[in-house]
């Protein structure tokens, strides 16, 4: 190989450094020079390149295995390419949408696979409902087929005070409770449909379909979309201030309530997908699944829609 001009040091010490080296081989792999498989030149070749001791070029290839795009180093013998190295960063890490924009073509790749498994943590099901419509729709014109969906989902419960919605007068009670029930009959309406609509397709096309919901005692301040155990969708819930509209008592017009909330189906999901097993995104979804099944298998409480 020849040394070129992104070789070049930029650290004004006219050596490069690890990182440098680093960044140019892994820009090698990514526009595919260096492809999945493939050996890399020895330590000592890759010295005499870039003009480096070989101990320099040895703190690279480990920085490049700790991101999962190398194997085998230092193990005698050049280390190759990973197998999955080879793919952008950004195909993998789509850039973050709103969740109801980004959450349907998510869940109808999900749907695609044999066995569905969907995990969620959020404070009411409406953005999951509502995306839910899509591979339901795939699966009704047959272009979707899955043997099983199983569909466990995280929400607060209805017996903890909130930590929002709550109004801007936090002395208020009467206003508390009403949003504490306007929020309540949302969790529960929208967790119904959902559910029926899932449940549907068990008679309607012969899919093994079961959905759980179990009660958090808190108030989650993220949202979080396991996908089949290989994507993590994560979008935070971000309070401002809003105003709605409630009958005022004796019939006398609306009352106006000031309040504080979290607007979900607008809120951006971040998508983290499972790849090489030292990457930053696989070690992420993995945390994440532990994180849901530990939740769900340990302070969280049987939920029932009414």
Not at 107 to 130: C, G, K, N, R, W
């Amino acid at each position: 190989m020849v040394v070129t001009q992104e070789n070049v040091a930029v650290n004004g010490s006219g050596k490069l450094s690890p990182q440098d080296i680093a960044d140019t081989l892994r820009d090698r792999i990514r526009a595919g020079e260096l492809k999945a498989g493939e050996r890399l030149p020895t330590q000592a070749e890759l010295a005499e390149e870039f003009g480096v001791e070989r101990g320099t070029v040895r703190q690279a290839m480990k920085k490049l295995q700790s991101e999962g795009l190398l194997s085998n180093v230092s193990k005698g013998s050049p280390p190759r390419v990973a197998a999955a190295a080879a793919a952008p960063p950004a195909a993998a890490s789509p850039a973050p949408q709103p969740s109801m924009v980004a959450l349907a073509p998510r869940l109808s790749e999900a749907f695609a696979q044999p066995h569905v498994t969907i995990d969620v943590v959020s404070y009411t099901a409406e953005t999951l409902m509502v995306a839910l419509g899509e591979p339901v729709r795939l699966i009704h014109e047959g272009r979707l087929r899955p043997e099983s969906i199983t569909v466990r989902i995280l929400l607060p419960s209805s017996e903890i005070d909130l930590a929002f919605p709550v109004p801007v007068s936090s002395d208020d009670g009467t206003q508390r409770e009403w949003l504490h029930n306007r929020w309540l009959l949302q969790r529960n309406a929208q967790g119904q449909v959902m559910r029926h609509n899932l449940l549907a397709l068990r008679s309607s096309h012969g899919i093994d379909v079961h959905v759980t919901f179990r009660a958090l005692p808190f108030t989650t301040p993220v949202k979080l979309y396991l996908l089949n155990g290989l994507e993590a969708l994560l979008a935070y819930y971000t309070l401002s201030e809003g105003q709605v509209e409630k009958d005022a008592p004796g019939g006398d017009g609306n009352e106006v309530v000031e309040l504080y909330d979290a607007g979900g189906i607008k809120a951006l999901l971040f998508s983290f997908t499972k790849g090489t097993p030292a990457s930053r995104d696989t070690v992420f979804v993995e945390e994440s699944q532990k994180w849901f099944d530990a939740l769900w298998a340990t302070i969280t409480t049987d939920l029932t829609l009414s």
